[in-house]
């Protein structure tokens, strides 16, 4: 239920239960507000009465032989001061005032309302609340959907922030309550954006810094005689640390838009076994496999492809459970592999670079494959096959250079 319906549903409640309460209560008080102009006919007509030593003033009885018996018992001995009484019957409704004379005389006034004159005044009256719930209901639905509306624009934009564009906004507009929740938020996602930026300026100088002193172990390990474990091993932590540095900036480089991507065509079935072919080199005894479904050419980056799937199979080795499988299917690649499959906040929000769920290493590998994927134009989607196991898709988009190659090769309509 929407925060529009709610309020709107609020403000209806309300005025159609002020319309309800105002036609109940309103002919009531009309009605008591007659009694006491009638008395105060009375009262006035009672002491010009007295004054005048008897003289009757027009509306005013003395001793009047219709007056009810239940007037004229409350008017009795010991009875009040002036009452009123209020005597209903099919023409209308009597108001009677009436108080003690002189010698025991019962002094009455009375005025006759016609049935209708109430009638009309509670139709009237609930016909005017009736309108103006309606129109209290229009208005409030409408200040609800305005409310609505900035709060939907302002929701957009904060699911821009939390996607990555640091530079996206709320819109501001006037005074309230919204616009003082959207201001906060710039300014948070302002001090965000620049503390991002701080961290990566910081940690991409730290790896350029890194770069000659790497490199000069890198030379002095080649350098180390014999071939013993302990030389090997420095050897490896160097190449490892060489990599790690040249991750570091690559996703500098993506942070900062430095990367572009040169498309040509690609048979993607090619690739994924050039892709494999890298990796068991490497890895000798992995098992890694294609499996063609459905090979087709496509317009993209070779490079960046080979680097975002390279790092989609090496962290299904790593973190996985082998064998493990790259399917080409058209415009997708999935990578899969038997292991325990991806943590639920990595399907939830995507890689994040430097966490990755206690599986060990800094989640770089999968951060950049994102990040490359994007300078392509593909998608990347994370999920768990029932079957156990964990499922990457490549998704390739549709350029107009595949429609002209399609043409050329005569190959089926692209998916």
């Known amino acids: 239920m929407g925060l529009r319906f709610k309020i ?22 009309v009605q008591g507000d007659r009694r006491d102009s009638v ?4 009262q006035e007509a009672a ?23 239940d007037l004229r018992r409350a008017v009795g001995p010991g009875g009040a001061r002036s009452v009123t009484y209020l005597e209903a019957d099919a023409s209308g409704t009597t108001v009677w005032a009436a108080g003690p004379g002189e010698d025991g005389q019962l002094l009455a006034f009375r005025r006759h309302f016609p049935q209708t004159l109430f009638e009309d005044l509670e139709h009237a009256t609930r016909s005017a609340a009736v ?17 609505a509306r900035r709060l939907r624009r302002s929701t957009r934009q904060a699911d821009r922030i939390k996607d990555g564009e640091l530079d996206a906004r709320l819109p501001q507009r006037g005074r309230d309550e919204i616009a003082q929740l959207s201001a906060a938020v710039n300014a948070m996602a302002q001090a965000l954006a620049a503390r991002i930026e701080t961290e990566r300026a910081v940690t991409a100088n730290i790896a350029h810094e890194l770069r000659t002193p790497i490199a000069g172990l890198l030379t002095a390990s080649s350098l180390l005689p014999g071939d013993d474990r302990p030389t090997e091993m420095v050897r490896e932590r160097a190449v490892r640390l060489r990599d790690l540095m040249e991750d570091v900036l690559e996703v500098a480089r993506i942070d900062n838009g430095g990367e572009r991507a040169e498309p040509r065509e690609v048979e993607l079935a090619a690739l994924a076994r050039r892709v494999v072919a890298g990796v068991q080199a490497d890895r000798p ?7 063609v479904i459905h090979d087709t050419v496509r317009e993209t980056d070779p490079r960046r492809l080979d680097r975002v799937l390279t790092n989609l199979v090496t962290n299904a080795l790593r973190h996985g459970a082998e064998p493990v499988v790259v399917e080409v299917d058209g415009p997708e690649l ?5 292991g325990p499959g991806f943590p639920p906040e990595l399907i939830a929000h995507g890689p994040q670079r430097f966490r990755t769920g206690g599986n060990g290493g800094l989640g770089l590998g999968l951060a950049i494959a994102t990040g490359q994927a994007g300078v392509i134009g593909a998608r990347l989607s994370w999920h768990n096959p ?13 350029t107009p250079a595949d429609e002209a190659i399609q043409t050329v090769r005569g190959d089926a309509p692209l998916q």
């Not at 709107?8 to 409640?13: E, H, P």
């Not at 008395?39 to 009375?42: D, R, S």
């Not at 999935?334 to 038997?338: A, G, K, P, S």
């Open 8 to 29: 709107g549903m609020t403000i209806a409640a309300t005025a159609a239960v002020s319309a309800t309460l105002t036609g109940t209560f309103v002919p009531g008080i």
């Open 39 to 42: 008395l105060a006919e009375y």
């Open 47 to 69: 002491r010009h009465y007295r004054v005048s030593e008897g003289r009757v003033t027009a509306g005013l009885e003395v001793d009047p032989v219709k007056v009810p018996e």
């Open 131 to 147: 309108v103006g719930a309606l129109g209290a209901s229009i208005v409030g639905l409408g200040l609800a959907a305005s409310m």
């Open 285 to 291: 005894q992995a098992a890694v496999a294609v499996e």
């Open 334 to 338: 999935r990578v899969r592999d038997h």
């Open 386 to 398: 029932p079957k156990g196991g964990a499922v990457v898709t490549i998704t390739l988009p549709r």
